[in-house]
């Protein structure tokens, strides 16, 4: 079987390479930028140039594939690239694997999108579930929550640097999970006949509040975290007011995400029947204290490295 990966550099995207490399697919990558996308041809994919806004770059990467797995979202820092990208973009993908008659169509959504229609980008993702079934291209839709690999900017970073995390007062659960565990049920999809055409709301098997994790990274980086507590009403008031300008529509849109809090996850009693479809043990998952143990002590190691560089440094000028 060989894979059309899309979104091959981003967080999740990589693991799924790195995996589908290890399992002997045949990988190749649809790339905007070779440069920085030259870390996953040393693994061993395929790299083809594609551009989600260029619609004329997409039917040529499909050239002999089976299956595509769809992994790329607009980058928040690139404006006006949510439309392009998430919404014209994935409708160019789904004509071009029809096309191509494409056997298996991964794509990731997220929890609840059909509540969320206010959000853009939970619109684009409601939107491309449901064109892709009605494509009648066979499909597998995972909607995820969130990555351990965000917590690490959202929580670990911030205490370590002694800057302020800002958390809302409410207690929402998520059941966070480590991209390199998303990649395996999205391969695993591949071979288990079952789960074409269906959507799998994929989740970790612990619900996190924001307080637990800051208490986790507290004790592993020996601080204090600096916690600033926003209203969840203060939240959406800005994102109201932002929402009546042009100009911020990308604030707003982020903050809109602030919605998503007041709501009950809805997917945790499914969790283990999930699990026995796709034949994966719960004790496979990496859990969160474990993942965040790894950061600190690599993060440890580096820093004792550094020392010790700096030591050998001036030992050497000392001579
Ligand atoms: N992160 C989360 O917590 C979360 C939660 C729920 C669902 N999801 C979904 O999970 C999937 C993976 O998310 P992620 O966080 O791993 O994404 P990410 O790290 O932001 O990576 C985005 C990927 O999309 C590619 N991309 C962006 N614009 C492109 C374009 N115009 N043409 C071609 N490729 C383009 C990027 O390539 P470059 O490297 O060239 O920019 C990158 O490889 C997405 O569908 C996302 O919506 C994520």
Do not use: H
């Not at 996190?208 to 009403?233: D, H, M, T, Y």
């Amino acid at each position: 079987m060989s894979l059309l990966i899309i979104g091959g550099t981003g967080t999740l995207g990589r693991q799924i390479v790195l995996q589908a490399l290890t399992k002997g697919y045949q990988v190749r990558c649809l790339v905007r930028n070779f440069r920085k996308a030259s870390f996953l041809k040393e693994w061993g994919a395929e790299l083809v140039y594609g551009d989600l806004t260029k619609p004329e770059t997409i039917p040529p990467c499909f050239n002999g594939i089976t299956a595509i797995i769809d992994a790329s979202t607009s980058r928040a820092n690139e404006l006006e690239s949510l439309k392009k990208v998430d919404w014209e973009g994935k409708l160019c993908l789904i004509e071009a694997a029809k096309v191509a008659n494409i056997q298996r169509f991964v794509f990731f959504s997220a929890q609840n999108v059909e509540q969320f229609e206010n959000i853009p980008l939970m619109k684009v993702k409601n939107g491309i579930e449901i064109k892709l079934k009605e494509s009648r291209i066979p499909f597998t839709i995972f909607r995820l929550s969130g990555f351990y690999q965000g917590l690490i900017e959202q929580y670990a970073i911030p205490i370590l640097e002694n800057l302020p995390i800002w958390v809302t007062n409410e207690n929402t659960y998520i059941s966070y999970m480590d991209t390199q565990d998303i990649a395996k049920f999205c391969l695993r999809s591949l071979q288990i006949p079952q789960t074409k055409n269906q959507t799998f709301f994929l989740s970790g098997l612990k619900d996190w509040v924001s307080s637990e994790i800051i208490n986790l990274c507290e004790q592993l980086a020996g601080q204090k975290a600096k916690v600033q507590r926003v209203p969840l009403f203060l939240l959406k008031l800005v994102s109201r007011f932002f929402g009546f300008f042009e100009w911020g529509q990308n604030i707003s849109d982020r903050l809109a995400f602030a919605e998503i809090l007041t709501t009950e996850n809805n997917f945790s009693n499914s969790t283990f029947d999930l699990y026995k479809i796709f034949k994966i043990e719960p004790a496979e998952l990496i859990q969160l204290d474990d993942y965040f143990l790894e950061y600190f002590i690599r993060l440890l190691k580096r820093l004792r490295d550094i020392n010790f560089e700096d030591i050998q440094k001036q030992k050497n000028l000392v001579i």
